[in-house]
């Protein structure tokens, strides 16, 4: 394809656009007539002091009206745009195509870690040592005294030995 027609096509692609645009700009100007029409009908100042009262107390309900509908209408589109932010975080997990950033080294203590996290009034004083346990060292005595090895192998050696061995187990 030429550019030369390229740029031709172009042309009546954007200005088909343009009378697009231009009706629905016509027709939006139309509804926009017509809901004003329905339902703001003419303003009609009437004489008496009364009758201004009611008019008044009329507008105030509408105006409350309108309001409860905008306010209903606002939650709706925050709801909405909530579930949006949460399929697009869905999406990307999905993909999985995401960087982790690089995390930096942080020198910080328990103590001033747990001022950041909780804040600067509340004061935190993380004593690991003071909330162990205090174990008391069980010092184990030996049953048999040990004393010298050679004469318990002299005492068991032979007949003898071997005859208290066997009356020592029964």
């Not at 209903?72 to 949006?84: G, M, R, Y």
């Not at 205090?134 to 071997?162: H, L, S, T």
Request: proline letters at 2%; a positive charge.
């Amino acid at each position: 394809m030429t550019s030369s027609r390229r740029h031709h096509l172009k042309s009546l692609m954007l200005g088909i656009a343009k009378g697009l645009l231009e009706k629905e700009a016509a027709q939006i100007e139309v509804d926009r007539a017509a809901y004003m029409a329905e339902n703001c009908p003419d303003l009609s100042l009437p004489g008496s002091t009364q009758e201004l009262q009611e008019l008044c107390k009329k507008l105030h309900s509408n105006i409350d009206k309108v309001d409860e509908e905008r306010y209903d209408l606002e939650a709706k589109v925050a709801k909405s745009d909530k579930e949006i932010e949460d399929l697009k975080i869905k999406v990307i997990d999905l993909k999985g195509k995401f960087k982790k950033p690089a995390l930096r080294k942080v020198r910080m203590s328990a103590d001033q870690m747990l001022q950041a996290l909780l804040g600067s009034k509340h004061k935190v004083s993380l004593d690991l040592r003071a909330n162990l346990k205090q174990v008391k060292k069980e010092v184990k005595e030996e049953a048999a005294d040990v004393g010298d090895w050679r004469k318990n192998i002299e005492d068991k050696a032979g007949m003898d030995g071997r005859k208290k061995m066997f009356e020592g187990e029964a």
